[in-house]
């Protein structure tokens, strides 16, 4: 167990954090449009720490309980855990933590989300095995961002 605490402080080593709803609501919805994704593809609710490591790309968010949504768009269940984490590079999260999507009966851990190309219009979801399903961007865009693009 000390082993785990120590490579969590360590792989958090120098980073930004910030806590409190507003600030890390803020926060994420930054990383999200920094990253290419849309603000609704992490609805996590409550949270309480959100930090980063511009060094390695590392980041986490941390909320008050596991959250569950439905993303009507996908027609996908997915559930959170307190805390998500992920190294991010610009269209990616990889090696991701703390999320599953309900596929038929199974919860799936996803590790990975990406955006292999933006002008394709959809955002690819992997398992560590390596399966993936796409879905079109739209299906996670707030509906302030489909004004937006409705207007654009």
Known sequence: M???IRSKAGERAGAEIVYGPEECHRHSIQLLEELGFPKGVL???DLEEC?????TGFV???QKAPYDHFFVGSSSKVSY?????AYIEKYKMKKMTGIKSKQMFLWVPISEMS???PSSKRILFKTPMGIGKSFPISSFMTDEEK???VQG
């Not at 930090?51 to 060094?55: H, S, Y």
């Not at 855990?81 to 984490?85: G, K, L, R």
């Open 2 to 4: 000390a082993g785990m």
């Open 60 to 62: 986490w968010m941390r």
């Open 81 to 85: 855990a307190t805390e998500v984490t």
């Open 51 to 55: 930090g980063r490591v511009r060094e």
């Open 115 to 117: 955006i292999e190309d």
């Open 43 to 45: 609805p996590l609710k």
């Open 147 to 149: 004004m937006e693009e």
